[in-house]
């Protein structure tokens, strides 16, 4: 009878990460569906991310598919940031890690978007990929 109670807490514990891998997979397949539209995607548990020609369209993942979805065009922005814990950083000097990552665009003084990141390096590559696109599309 000891035995039982002893291994009912680590039932309930098996139970719960599979379904917390059923959750995770569900989002992943709902994002692998999304990103085939695109030319580049990125996935990571705050935000989806995808570019196709000069347009850019971001959302949150969830079990039941993508939301909060917004699109809009590298013709628009004005400056492109990368914020980790709301400070602007630059690609030199990266920070190993970060509390809050973000990559800002910029439209005018009063309206930018912010896309958050799990990791600082992919933030980086993102922005330094995204720059090159601003750059191309200004020109």
Do not use: C
């Amino acid at each position: 009878m000891e035995r039982g109670l002893l291994w009912l807490p680590l039932l309930f514990i098996f139970f719960w990460l599979a379904w917390q891998g059923s959750r995770e997979y569900q989002k992943v397949e709902a994002y692998r569906v999304w990103a085939e539209q695109f030319d580049t995607a990125k996935y990571d548990i705050y935000a989806v991310l995808g570019q196709k020609g000069k347009e850019l369209t971001w959302g949150k993942p969830t079990p039941k598919g993508l939301i909060k979805l917004e699109t809009f065009s590298l013709v628009d922005v004005k400056q492109i940031r990368l914020l980790v814990d709301e400070k602007e950083v630059d690609n030199e000097s990266l920070p190993e890690k970060g509390r809050s990552i973000e990559l800002e665009f910029i439209f005018s003084p009063e309206k930018s978007v912010r896309v958050p990141f799990t990791e600082v390096p992919l933030a980086a590559q993102w922005g330094k990929h995204l720059q090159k696109e601003l750059q191309r599309v200004q020109s």
